[in-house]
């Protein structure tokens, strides 16, 4: 059964800060990986997919990298505003998405 | 081109209850799947369909089921319902053909029950 565990479950930064968040998952045998996006009682957005063949994906400030045979992706954040506080959430797909917790993350101004 | 819309956006119901919820998904997306959100257990995958049929199943009791509709709109029903079913439905659509297609979710429906 695959499991996806996000670490840390929260992050608060001062605004222009780079940070990053992980994801770790249990069954290397993916599809794909992808980064979601979740503001207060909304729906998740899709921000970056990376699948099961490729090393990293981009889009603007963001940067995802995924290593499955240790089991990691991680999302990058460069130069932090604002406007990114949210939830952000990993989903492996094998098949069907199994989603992490998410990291709520807070950037102070 | 429209997202994916959910209706109602809240619900309140009591226990015994059964309740309907819709989702539209983008034109041109053959599947949809469902997820149910609560603060303590995350973000858990109930079904998907793809041209009417279910095509994956998560871990839930019976008393949760669904169904899409040849112009690919899904229903999905929970009947007798119980205190912990309160939670955010979610939908999601993508094409359906193939492995790696992002999800596009709706704003969800938010079930209270009492």
């Known amino acids: 059964k695959q499991e996806v565990t996000q670490i840390p479950a929260a992050l608060s930064v001062p605004e222009g800060e780079n940070l990053v968040l992980n994801c770790s998952f249990t069954?290397?045998?993916?599809?794909?990986l992808q980064w979601f996006r979740q503001d207060p009682g909304k729906g998740l957005t899709s921000l970056l997919l990376?699948?099961?063949?490729?090393r990293e994906q981009t889009s603007g400030r963001l940067n995802a990298s995924l290593d499955k045979s240790s089991g990691r992706s991680t999302l990058y954040i460069a130069a932090s505003q604002p406007g990114d506080s949210a939830t952000y959430l990993c989903?492996?797909?094998?098949?069907?998405?199994?989603f992490g917790d998410g990291t709520t993350l807070t950037v102070k101004p | 081109k429209a997202g994916v819309t959910q209706t109602p956006r809240y619900l309140i119901k009591t226990r015994g209850q059964q309740v309907t919820l819709s989702c539209s998904p983008i034109?041109?997306?053959?599947?949809v799947s469902w997820y149910q959100q609560t603060p303590g257990q995350g973000l858990q995958f109930l079904f998907e369909?793809?041209?009417?049929?279910?095509?994956n199943k998560g871990n839930f009791p019976g008393r949760f089921s669904g169904r899409q509709f040849s112009n690919s709109r899904s229903e999905m029903n929970v009947s007798t319902l119980e205190l912990g079913d309160s939670a955010l439905y979610l939908c999601?659509?993508?094409?359906?053909?193939?492995?790696?297609?992002?999800?596009?979710f709706g704003s969800g429906t938010q079930l209270s029950v009492l």
């Open positions: 999601a659509s993508s094409l359906g053909g193939q492995q790696n297609e992002k999800l596009f």
């Open positions: 069954d290397s045998a993916i599809y794909n």
């Open positions: 990376i699948q099961s063949s490729q």
């Open positions: 989903a492996a797909d094998a098949g069907k998405s199994t």
């Open positions: 034109s041109g997306h053959r599947s």
């Open positions: 369909y793809f041209s009417e049929t279910q095509r």
